[in-house]
């Protein structure tokens, strides 16, 4: 990459906490977000990571609750979506850290790339009046409430964006592309700066379909239900929320003062052509991925210092990894985590969480741990996957993400270097 990208602003709504403090405090105490859920009487699927502090469930904004601190107003609401109010809320926080106002936002060098599936909720509700009205009764706003698009129509509009602005659907794979090709604008001098969002709604029409695959676990224990690597893994929990990165041009952000809390130093992808669905159990489409981030680093797997692994806690996904990562390190053995046992897997948004946490993670001098890891699967080999956090200072990460399709993206992110 010809420059560097610096993270400058961090923000977050999620299962482990909702702002950059209870997130870290969550991650030490290696406290999960994940608790009971009642979505139908006989529903098998009994977890999920869901968000305190917010009431989004009534389909009638006026009934809609979120902390003191925010402000939103009804004209900004009344084409939000649940999970553009997570987003704003987490954007609001990123923006605030890296010490940006809105007029710094409207000069169109910066842009905006948000991640998610859009509202299945919401689309679920105006179609069906749609269809119980003989399509008489159509709502104004229904396709900007739901469709994908729905957070960088309503964020960008909400923040006066002027600059790029685009919205990423590739699965559990989206939050990281959004991250890789906002680098991409800034290193191409399209942009001096972009604001990256994923953000998801953890209710019973975003993650029950995915138990018609059989990708849930139906665990009701969330220490069970939630074990990456773990050779009892039964399938993910599902989740939501949002996150938001500042990212920024390095020199933009000295000049303006800014701290720089972590450097994206390179990124890569690459597609399975495997499977609509899984990934390729050998793990040879996210290698390819995890090798052109190396190269775009220009650093050596030796360099490594800590994996935080896309691991969701399902048989075939994470063992796709694991071979992909043995292949990679050889002998080397850096430590390697998913922090998924914790914030259970919000779709589209993980790679946002996960490079955020990799980021407290290079500013907090530490190496998050497998939180509920009881008894490695033997393929995992010699790998070293510690279940408690390790107190040292990760210098370069390399942090993965793999969705449906077989779309994988690595990203490689390092600790500040002074000039």
């Keep these: 990459m010809n420059s560097r990208i610096a993270i400058t602003g961090l923000g977050f709504i999620t299962p482990i906490g909702n702002d950059r403090a209870e997130v870290l405090n969550s991650l030490h105490d290696q406290k999960h977000g994940l608790a009971p859920v009642s979505w139908f009487p006989d529903c098998v699927v009994k977890l999920a990571g869901t968000i305190k502090g917010f009431d989004l469930s009534s389909l009638q904004r006026p009934d809609w609750t979120w902390p003191d601190r925010y402000e939103l107003s009804r004209e900004t609401l009344r084409s939000l979506p649940p999970h553009g109010v997570y987003a704003v809320c987490a954007a609001e926080q990123a923006l605030a850290e890296a010490e940006l106002d809105r007029d710094q936002l409207t000069d169109g060098e910066t842009g905006l790339f948000c991640a998610s599936a859009g509202s299945p909720r919401f689309l679920h509700h105006h179609l069906g009046e749609a269809e119980e009205s003989d399509g008489r009764r159509v709502h104004p706003w229904g396709v900007v409430t739901s469709i994908a698009g729905t957070l960088n129509f309503n964020l960008a509009t909400y923040f006066g964006i002027k600059g790029a602005v685009t919205g990423f659907v590739s ?3 989206a939050s990281t592309h959004a991250i890789g090709y906002a680098c991409d604008e800034i290193a191409l001098g399209r942009q001096q700066r972009m604001i990256v969002i994923g953000a998801e709604e953890p209710t019973w029409e975003s993650l029950l379909p995915f138990n018609g695959m059989r990708a849930l676990s ?19 929990v599902g989740a939501g929320g949002g996150v938001a990165l500042v990212l920024e041009n390095i020199e933009t952000a000295q000049n303006r003062g800014a701290s720089i809390q ?5 990124w890569g992808q690459s597609a399975d052509g495997h499977s609509v669905a899984q990934s390729d159990p ?3 489409g996210l290698g390819r991925a995890i090798e052109r981030a190396l190269k775009s680093a220009n650093i050596a797997p030796t360099d490594l210092d800590y994996i935080n692994a896309h691991a969701t806690s399902t048989k075939v996904g994470d063992i796709a990894e694991i071979r992909a990562l043995q292949r990679l ?6 430590p390697i985590s998913s922090t998924k046992g914790l914030t259970g897997h919000p779709l589209s948004m993980s790679g946002a969480l996960e490079t955020a946490i990799s980021t407290l993670a290079i500013g907090e001098g530490f190496i ?3 939180a509920h890891l009881r008894e490695p699967d033997p393929v995992c080999g010699n790998l070293h996957l510690p ?7 990760p210098t370069t990460i390399l942090k993965n993400s793999s969705g449906f399709g077989g779309s994988n993206v690595s990203l490689v992110l390092r600790k500040p270097v002074e000039q």
Excluded: K, W
């Design 218 to 236: 139906l665990q009701q224990d969330p220490q069970l239900a939630s074990c990456p690597f773990d050779v009892e893994r039964n399938g993910f």
């Design 329 to 334: 390190l050889g002998e080397h053995r850096p």
């Design 387 to 393: 279940r408690e956090n390790l107190f040292a200072q």
């Design 262 to 266: 972590a450097e994206i130093t390179g």
């Design 282 to 284: 050998e793990g040879s």
């Design 171 to 173: 699965a559990c794979a």
């Design 368 to 370: 998050p741990g497998n």
